[in-house]
């Protein structure tokens, strides 16, 4: 590995493409991280070795399990929730809301969900599905009636990505 990172450094300094060496991780997945090799460098500088990244959007951890980024994704969502109850408190109509919530807070669930999605665990599935049930719960929260007819209509996350990844594969 040390004689790739120095041939791929020195053809970007030849291209006048440095490597940022503060930006540059190791992870060390499968096997290796019970016997690990020795740090590699760059530069005379030690490559820091992580056991999580985010990688475009992606928390990627080396057991490359998803719970640290269905946490990421349920913390970003929540934020952009409390935005959604600002806005009920507003009286911002209910169609509004359903579009903000469709528009804004649903897509935080959805992002790059044919990577991870097929890997989840029941309970970080149900962990993401609370996501649109308190956004439910905030939009129609008048009128319980509404909660569950909300609910029922519309299909959960779930089904969604499940959806996102067969059109993807489809298309392929």
Known sequence: MQHEIDEINSWS??????????????????TLRKNPPTELQLNGNEIERVHSYKLLGLR????????????????KAAKRLHFLKLLKHASVSIDDLLYYYQSVIRPVTEYACVVWHTSLTKGQTKHLETIQRRAIKIIFANNPDDVANALYTLPSL???????TRDFLTAC
Not at 60 to 75: A, F, G, M, Y
Request: aromatic residues 2%; glycine residues 2%; charged residues 30%.
């Open 13 to 30: 300094c030849d291209n006048h493409m440095n490597i940022n060496t503060k930006k540059t991780k190791e992870m060390l997945i499968g």
């Open 60 to 75: 990627v951890t080396d057991s490359l399990k998803w719970q640290e980024h269905v946490l990421s994704i349920c913390s």
């Open 158 to 164: 779930s089904d969604r990505r499940d959806k996102l």
